[in-house]
């Protein structure tokens, strides 16, 4: 696909197929594009983790109680984590390799769209309670110094999304030296 084709489809879709299961190939495609991201001083901070157990995606849709029930649709779920010992920019190069695994599901002709974990509460009214994160770190095996960033929600997606709505832009960009 071209990729001026990918940035157009891109949207994000949380209805899938939830007969179609990703291809091995496929994921194995998605992994190592968000694993060439950039990365700050090339740290490589950037950790993920794979789940495709149908009762594990369940329970991470419980991971918070408001943008994240529909994770129980989902034949996959990529979580996109950074080690916080390995760069002080953990946040910012998982950010960039999620942006990218989500580009690479358009190109693979799949849907994602990212749930966002870090510094997330579990319940929207419980703001000192549990973290979404340390829900993920209780139920998920997540290596020691890892920070879950986002779930990437990804498959087949169960419609045609409609393309980016147009928008007038021209006030987020300012042109210096004209
Ligand atoms: C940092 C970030 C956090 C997001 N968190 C959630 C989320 O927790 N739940 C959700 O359903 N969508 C989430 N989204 C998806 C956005 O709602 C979506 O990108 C936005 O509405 C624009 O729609 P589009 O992606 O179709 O262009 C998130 C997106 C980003 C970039």
């Known amino acids: 696909m071209e990729f001026k084709e990918v940035i157009a489809r891109r949207r994000?879709?949380?209805?899938?197929?939830?007969?179609?299961?990703?291809?091995?190939?496929?994921?194995?495609?998605?992994?190592?594009?968000?694993?060439?991201?950039?990365?700050?001083?090339?740290?490589?901070?950037?950790?993920?983790?794979?789940?495709?157990?149908?009762?594990?995606?369940?329970?991470?849709?419980?991971?918070?109680?408001?943008?994240?029930?529909?994770?129980?649709?989902?034949?996959?779920?990529?979580?996109?984590?950074?080690?916080?010992t390995a760069s002080d920019l953990w946040e910012v190069n998982a950010s960039i390799a999620a942006t990218i695994l989500q580009l690479t599901a358009v190109d693979e002709g799949l849907a994602s769209c990212w749930v966002h974990v870090a510094g997330r509460p579990r319940l929207k009214d419980d703001p000192e309670g549990e973290t979404a994160a340390d829900y993920l770190r209780g139920l998920l095996p997540l290596g020691e110094g890892w920070e879950p960033l986002c779930v990437v929600a990804l498959g087949y997606s169960d419609y045609v999304p409609k393309p980016l709505p147009e928008a007038d832009d021209t006030a987020r960009v300012v042109w210096a030296g004209r």
Do not use: H, Q, W
């Open 12 to 84: 994000s879709v949380r209805k899938f197929d939830t007969a179609r299961m990703v291809e091995g190939d496929k994921i194995e495609r998605l992994l190592a594009a968000a694993l060439a991201a950039p990365s700050s001083r090339n740290s490589r901070s950037t950790r993920l983790a794979v789940v495709d157990d149908r009762a594990t995606i369940d329970r991470m849709a419980a991971m918070r109680d408001y943008g994240a029930a529909f994770l129980t649709g989902a034949p996959l779920a990529i979580v996109v984590a950074g080690d916080r």
